[in-house]
């Protein structure tokens, strides 16, 4: 195969050349200029899945410019060495496994046609596109009674020393109390955090709360349950480049596209972080979008989990009925008659500052987010309440690849692979690769496709 495309190219050159030899062609340059002066036997190497060959074409010369190469645009050739089908083969190897692991299955394969540094050349370059294809993508649209779900998280990434934010740096390079471990409570600062986004449509589906919580004792009957809602046109997006404000932006861009006139029910997932709903509701006040925004239920019940173990010795049988009672009454509106039967139980405990550590925190929660935590209403309108959607993504986006053992990210490489594991997760990637393609023919090739050939291989 790489012999016959071999002779494929060099029959292409030996037709140019004839063809230059005796039509002359006008030639003119991206900068408008005539190419008058012909010169042959010019020659590049391309590697390709079947192994490398040799580009031979005519230059078009004029002094004091660039030569210009029509075959390069015909062939529409890659500005690397590698041709673009093989540089997707990398990308798709290099966003499930290793750097490593992806530069060996591309040569097992195509043979010693690429190397490591290569490779995440290749993926850098196979991202830069991505922000372009989707800010002209038109979503499809959905009826106003289907909801509009956003939700936002943030895990950290562990990076070289150059990659951290300068407050991550500073507390690097600050000397630790011990040499040789971290001390309690210390952490190794190695870490900046990625931002990740979702947005989805989902029909409502209307519950109870014993839908979501099995009463004490556990479920007893056939009742069958009512499922929740159902994410459909998933979109998921990911930045460790760009911090919390521009994801969430660039999140209610993607919402807008779906609505842009603003009559669908929105409704915006979190996990209770501060500095992400002040943000959220900032984006939702420019754009006067009416959201509404829903706290995930899994972390209220962890809160309710710590709380009782204030009140129930480890491992005692009794605390799962006790959680299931006031998750129950919060999911019924009861969040702050919960917070506050949780307190009169402490007080009346008689529990040491130590053991009261649980049950404050869960008070804290509960009275600090209570705004967010109206889940009758959610369960009536059939909400989504919990962040199943964006924590998965967190996992299957980063911890899946980019937290893989003895993995340092430079900022370059992880906001590629983060940005290309997420457009492959929305299914994006065939389209993608067309819109890039064309693009980069554009930028590098500019005038007019003299031919519109493409090389497959």
């Known amino acids: 195969m790489r012999q016959l495309l071999q002779d494929h190219l060099d029959l292409r050159a030996l037709r140019e050349e004839q063809a230059a030899r005796t039509q002359r062609p006008l030639v003119v340059g991206p900068d408008r200029l005539a190419r008058t002066r012909l010169e042959m036997g010019h020659q590049r190497h391309l590697a390709t899945l079947f192994g490398t060959v040799t580009v031979r074409r005519c230059a078009w010369r004029r002094p004091g410019t ?18 673009y089908t093989l540089a997707r083969l990398a990308v798709l190897e290099s966003v499930r496994a290793s750097f490593d692991a992806a530069t060996e299955a591309v040569c097992r394969r195509c043979g010693p046609v690429i190397g490591k540094r290569q490779v995440e050349d290749l993926v850098v370059d196979a991202a830069a596109d991505i922000d372009s294809f989707y800010q002209a993508r038109i979503p499809t649209p959905c009826t106003a009674d289907t909801l509009l779900v956003l939700s936002v998280d943030g895990k950290g990434v562990v990076m070289r020393p150059d990659a951290l934010r300068p407050a991550t740096a500073k507390a690097a390079a600050r ?12 952490k190794p600062a190695r870490k900046r955090m990625a931002t990740l986004a979702a947005v989805y449509d989902a029909e409502s589906a209307p519950r109870r709360p014993h839908d979501v919580i099995a009463p004490p ?30 994801v969430i932006k660039t999140a209610f861009d993607q919402a807008e596209a779906r609505d842009p006139g603003h009559r669908r029910r929105w409704v915006v997932l979190v996990d209770g972080a501060r500095h992400q709903l002040d943000l959220i509701q900032t984006e939702a006040a420019v754009r006067r979008v009416t959201i509404h925004i829903v706290i995930d239920f899994v972390h209220v019940l962890e809160y309710l989990w710590g709380a009782a173990w204030s009140f129930h010795k480890s491992g005692d049988p ?18 702050r008659h919960t917070a506050e039967a949780i307190d009169t139980q402490a007080r009346s405990s008689n529990l040491t500052g130590l053991q009261r550590q649980g049950a404050n925190a869960c008070i804290r929660y509960l009275t600090s987010k209570g705004p967010f935590l109206c889940y009758e209403h ?64 554009h930028r590098l090739h500019q005038g007019p496709d003299r031919g519109g050939y493409s090389l497959a291989a």
Do not use: M, Q
């Open 378 to 441: 959610a369960l009536t309108a059939g909400w989504p309440i919990a962040t199943g959607v964006i924590e998965g993504a967190c996992r299957h986006l980063i911890a899946d690849r980019l937290d893989i053992t003895g993995a340092r990210w430079g900022l370059a490489g992880a906001e590629a692979i983060l940005k290309l594991r997420a457009l492959i997760s929305n299914g994006d990637l065939e389209a993608y690769w067309r819109f890039r393609l064309a693009h980069e023919h």
């Open 217 to 246: 004792g556990g479920r007893h009957g056939r009742r069958r349950l009512r499922p929740g809602p159902h994410a459909t046109a998933k979109w998921l997006y990911g930045s460790v480049i760009d911090d919390a404000a521009t």
């Open 66 to 83: 660039a030569n210009v190469y029509p075959a390069d645009a015909a062939l529409s050739l890659p500005r690397r060495r590698h041709s």
């Open 175 to 186: 000397p630790g109390l011990f040499r040789t471990r971290l001390a309690s409570g210390e």
């Open 318 to 335: 009794a605390a799962e009925d006790w959680v299931a009672v006031h998750a129950l009454r919060i999911l019924s509106g009861g969040a």
